[in-house]
């Protein structure tokens, strides 16, 4: 299985992204899909997730701001991020869990103020 995110770019504060993430696979074979990121000098950190039920988690720092979904027929999974801030700013990565976890390759990006 392979993912591949992108939708990544650059932002001003207060604007939107929508990053999507392919998979070579049916989506509805995973137990949870989700998105983490990692900012430079941090450890890489969940953003938000979405189970086989779509039952939904976001971290504090996302919630009301950043709405994850799957579509399970083009197979893609989606991060809308809206009122983005400077501290946004990361590499955001899609990840796939089944027995094992898989990763997508990353795509940046960058809030500025």
């Known amino acids: 299985?392979?993912?591949?995110a992108c939708g990544g770019g650059l932002v001003r504060a207060g604007g939107s992204l929508?990053?999507?993430?392919?998979?070579?696979a049916s989506?509805?074979?995973?137990?949870t899909m989700g998105w983490y990121r990692q900012a430079p000098g941090k450890q890489r950190?969940?953003?938000?997730?979405?189970?086989g039920d779509d039952d939904t988690f976001?971290?504090?720092?996302?919630?009301g701001r950043f709405t994850i979904s799957r579509d399970n027929v083009k197979n893609l999974m989606y991060l809308q991020m809206n009122t983005l801030r400077p501290e946004d700013t990361a590499i955001y990565y899609c990840n796939a869990?089944?027995?094992?976890?898989?990763w997508g390759q990353g795509t940046q990006v960058t809030v500025s103020s």
């Open 18 to 24: 929508r990053l999507s993430c392919g998979a070579t």
């Open 27 to 31: 989506v509805e074979i995973f137990t």
């Open 97 to 102: 869990k089944l027995i094992t976890q898989y």
């Open 1 to 4: 299985v392979q993912l591949q």
């Open 45 to 51: 950190e969940l953003v938000a997730s979405i189970s």
């Open 58 to 63: 976001y971290s504090d720092s996302v919630k």
